[in-house]
């Protein structure tokens, strides 16, 4: 029932490791977006993905890369992870309406901690 | 670029009673929506209720209801007979709207506001 879903709910991993974080919506969006969370709880868009093709890409390191299989899906891969990347990652999605692209749904969120 | 401001960090108010959290925004833009946003402890975050910048009628959901002034760029949440429930962090939220661009679908937050609600 899960509308937008990611995994894993945490990850702790050792610094210099690449890990993924998974996310899919079951709303027929077509548009997919990450969000990072930093540790004072600002929310930033790190990418956008709209029917498969990137479509947002902010000032993001190059560790960081997206990846969208299909619509319903948006992974995010991470390469060789410091400690700055502990965060909460929330992946989201959106439809593109008459008007643009309209609310955008957000997933339970990823915690990841570097140590 | 636009910009989201929540002046307020934190905000206590008692059950059963109404509280306004603030919310400034800055664009050049005339197509947008805003959002307020609810992120309880569960880190879930949750749309409490949406506005389109062309309507000028105010939006409501329930206890929930904004201000919405489109010249003074303002945008405020008020949450009548507030609920333990209503104890999260509240963000206020801005998209423009259109069909390409690189701030298409891009979704800018203001730094959110605490709201604790006491019995």
């Known amino acids: 029932d899960t509308a937008v879903s990611q995994t894993p709910k945490y990850l702790v991993t050792q610094m210099g490791n690449d890990k993924s974080i998974k996310c899919e919506q079951n709303?027929?969006?077509?548009?997919m977006y990450w969000y990072k969370q930093d540790s004072k709880k600002f929310l930033k868009i790190m990418f956008s993905?709209?029917?498969?093709?990137?479509?947002i890409n902010e000032t993001v390191p190059n560790r960081f890369s997206p990846k969208s299989p299909d619509k319903a899906h948006l992974n995010l891969h991470i390469n060789s992870l410091e400690l700055g990347d502990s965060a909460v990652y929330f992946c989201?999605?959106?439809?593109?309406?008459?008007?643009?692209?309209?609310?955008?749904?957000f997933g339970p969120g990823t915690r990841l901690l570097v140590l | 670029a636009q910009t989201v401001t929540q002046s307020q960090p934190e905000m206590s108010v008692q059950e059963a009673e109404t509280v306004t959290l603030s919310c400034t925004y800055d664009?050049?833009?005339?197509?947008?929506?805003l959002f307020w946003y609810k992120q309880p402890p569960s880190r879930q975050m949750i749309l409490v209720i949406r506005?389109?910048?062309?309507?000028?009628q105010n939006a409501t959901e329930n206890r929930f209801s904004v201000n919405f002034q489109k010249a003074a760029k303002s945008f405020s949440l008020k949450i009548s007979d507030s609920q333990l429930g209503d104890t999260a962090m509240y963000f206020c939220?801005?998209?423009?709207?259109?069909?390409?661009?690189?701030?298409?679908?891009?979704?800018?937050f203001g730094q959110g506001t605490i709201l604790t609600v006491h019995p």
């Open positions: 989201a999605s959106s439809h593109e309406g008459l008007a643009g692209l309209e609310t955008q749904y």
């Open positions: 709303l027929g969006h077509d548009t």
């Open positions: 993905y709209n029917n498969k093709e990137l479509i």
């Open positions: 664009t050049s833009e005339n197509n947008y929506y």
């Open positions: 506005q389109e910048a062309y309507k000028q």
């Open positions: 939220a801005f998209v423009s709207l259109g069909t390409g661009g690189t701030s298409y679908g891009k979704l800018t």
